[in-house]
């Protein structure tokens, strides 16, 4: 029987949600499978918002969406923990997805990661933009050096959480060790 990764975990859960029109934010573009999908989810008639500190990134999600026939996205080079600044403020309190994909960017320099401290900045704000009924994915990767402590940070993060606004699942892989990615999932209640 077919596995299913953490990934396609996510993109099931994300498109069930998202709707033609709606907007959404890939926090962290990498080599743009994410920003992809959120577009094809959105529809022409969507945005999707993409942020990296690479530029190398942005090409390479640039030349992903090439041949798009879908919607509008808006690459953006900066950090996460500054998207705020980047989003239209009429379009602040009505975003329906925003994806985290944390680490480095496969077959690059793998010291240029996402760290903790602006990690979780970038979850607040995230948390912040959502429209109602909104959710955040974050998957967290504690295998790598770096990425251990980003975990345990986030794993204490969603502990904290203001219950009465948010709900959170946390998604292990099937054959789950200490090492093993995973994903949480963060809904706004109201
Ligand atoms: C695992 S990759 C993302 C994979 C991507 N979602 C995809 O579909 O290919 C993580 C990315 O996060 C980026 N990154 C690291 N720190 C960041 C930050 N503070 N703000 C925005 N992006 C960051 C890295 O440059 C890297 O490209």
Redesign the pocket.
Same mark, same amino acid.
């Given at each position: 029987m077919k596995r299913i990764t953490l990934a396609e975990t996510t993109h099931f859960i994300i498109k069930e949600h998202l709707q033609a029109g709606d907007i959404a934010i &890939? =926090? $962290? +573009?990498?080599?743009? /499978? &994410?920003? +992809?999908?959120l577009a094809e989810c959105v529809g022409s008639t969507g945005h999707v918002y993409g942020?990296? #500190?690479?530029t190398?990134?942005l090409e390479?999600?640039r030349q992903r969406l090439h041949d798009l026939n879908a919607a509008p996205v808006t690459l953006i080079r900066?950090? /996460?923990?500054d998207m705020r600044h980047y989003i239209p403020e009429a379009e602040q309190g009505h975003i329906s997805a925003i994806?985290f994909? +944390?680490?480095? +960017?496969?077959g690059?320099d793998k010291s #240029?990661? $996402?760290?903790t401290q $602006? $990690?979780l900045q =970038?979850i607040e704000v995230a948390c912040d933009l959502l429209a109602s009924q909104g959710l955040v994915t974050v998957?967290a990767?504690p295998g790598h050096a770096g990425g251990d402590e980003e975990t345990r940070s986030l794993q204490a993060w969603v502990q904290n959480v203001e219950f009465k606004r948010f709900s959170v699942e946390t998604h292990f892989s099937q054959h789950h060790q200490e090492s093993a990615p995973r994903l949480f999932v963060i809904r706004k209640l109201t």
């Amino acid at each position: 029987m077919k596995r299913i990764t953490l990934a396609e975990t996510t993109h099931f859960i994300i498109k069930e949600h998202l709707q033609a029109g709606d907007i959404a934010i &890939d =926090a $962290t +573009l990498g080599n743009g /499978h &994410d920003c +992809l999908f959120l577009a094809e989810c959105v529809g022409s008639t969507g945005h999707v918002y993409g942020f990296d #500190i690479q530029t190398q990134a942005l090409e390479s999600t640039r030349q992903r969406l090439h041949d798009l026939n879908a919607a509008p996205v808006t690459l953006i080079r900066a950090n /996460h923990a500054d998207m705020r600044h980047y989003i239209p403020e009429a379009e602040q309190g009505h975003i329906s997805a925003i994806m985290f994909n +944390l680490g480095y +960017l496969p077959g690059t320099d793998k010291s #240029i990661m $996402t760290q903790t401290q $602006t $990690t979780l900045q =970038a979850i607040e704000v995230a948390c912040d933009l959502l429209a109602s009924q909104g959710l955040v994915t974050v998957m967290a990767y504690p295998g790598h050096a770096g990425g251990d402590e980003e975990t345990r940070s986030l794993q204490a993060w969603v502990q904290n959480v203001e219950f009465k606004r948010f709900s959170v699942e946390t998604h292990f892989s099937q054959h789950h060790q200490e090492s093993a990615p995973r994903l949480f999932v963060i809904r706004k209640l109201t």
